[in-house]
């Protein structure tokens, strides 16, 4: 006999039931999730004051005679930086937010469809995340073989040939 892989489409008498301790979980986890996404919009809100101002003040400063030279372009890229950061943030912080509050309304009032945008949510929010940590240790990996074609070329220029 052979197995077949077909999905199973579910119909209205079939579906995901969740028992009332995976709501609980649903909703413990939604309220931790709408505070994480509060205190990240407010962090993302710091860190792009703090990259406006670090801006500015470099900026200021690299203009006074007496400073310690720094090139222009390393003035404002620390505050750009910031606010790239902060942007960042944001997102990270409105995934979590969204999900928080919707699957606290799609739990509390029984919406499945509710509760469907909220994992939507969620999905988006890990999707981030795999596409940052790719992204981060693509860099690391380019940093290191920078790093080492550095290494052998000083060595190289140290060593008469």
Do not use: C
């Not at 301790?21 to 996404?37: I, T």
């Amino acid at each position: 006999m052979e197995e077949t892989n077909d999905p199973i489409i579910p119909t209205e008498s079939q579906g995901l039931l969740l028992l009332p301790e995976a709501q609980d979980f649903l909703l413990e986890s939604g309220k931790w999730a709408r505070f994480l996404g509060i205190v990240g919009y407010i962090m993302a809100g710091l860190a792009v004051l703090a990259g406006v101002f670090f801006a500015a003040v470099m900026s200021a400063v690299s203009h006074i005679p007496t400073a310690t030279p720094m090139p222009k372009f390393l003035s404002s890229s620390f505050g750009f930086i910031y606010i790239i950061l902060g942007v960042f943030h944001f997102f990270i912080a409105r995934y979590l937010h969204q999900f928080g509050t919707r699957i606290k309304d799609g739990i509390s009032y029984g919406d499945a469809e509710v509760v469907s945008t909220a994992l939507g949510r969620l999905k988006s929010l890990f999707k981030l995340a795999g596409i940052t940590t790719i992204v981060i240790i693509s860099l690391y990996v380019l940093v290191f073989i920078g790093v080492i074609i550095a290494a052998v070329i000083g060595i190289s220029m140290v060593r008469p040939s």
